[in-house]
């Protein structure tokens, strides 16, 4: 069982850099694949990034390439999500998501969930 806690949303106006945190706790976070995923109002939740257990890989959405940077600490049980350039379509609660296999999270499918954290992005 991996429980997982987001912080680090807020406001910030277009242009400008968030810092998303997930902790998780347990030993056996360090075996699981960590992705992070978004829901915006009226729409589905649609997957942002994943890392791989090791670090070794790490993919992105297309619409965040180039300005969103995922990275995981397992000392400290934290996956991170570097946001920058952000943009009012970036507005959305964010969540972080576990799995043993991050081609699963790649297609939204965790076996462990945050509650979420509200990113605001004003233009």
């Known amino acids: 069982q991996v429980q997982l806690v987001e912080s680090g949303g807020g406001l910030v106006q277009a242009g400008g850099s968030l810092r998303l945190s997930c902790v998780g706790s347990?030993?056996?976070?360090?075996?699981?694949?960590m992705g992070w995923f978004r829901q915006a109002p009226g729409k589905e939740r649609e997957f942002v990034a994943v890392?791989?257990?090791?670090?070794?890989?790490?993919s992105y959405a297309d619409s965040v390439k180039d300005r969103f940077s995922i990275s995981r600490d397992n000392g400290k049980n934290t996956v991170y999500l570097q946001m920058n350039s952000l943009k009012p379509e970036d507005t959305a609660v964010y969540y972080c998501?576990?799995?043993?296999?991050?081609?699963?999270?790649?297609?939204?499918?965790?076996?462990?969930w945050g509650q979420g954290t509200q990113v605001t992005v004003s233009s």
């Open positions: 998501a576990a799995n043993l296999y991050p081609f699963k999270l790649r297609d939204g499918v965790g076996e462990f």
């Open positions: 347990g030993r056996a976070f360090s075996s699981y694949a």
């Open positions: 890392i791989s257990l090791g670090s070794g890989s790490i």
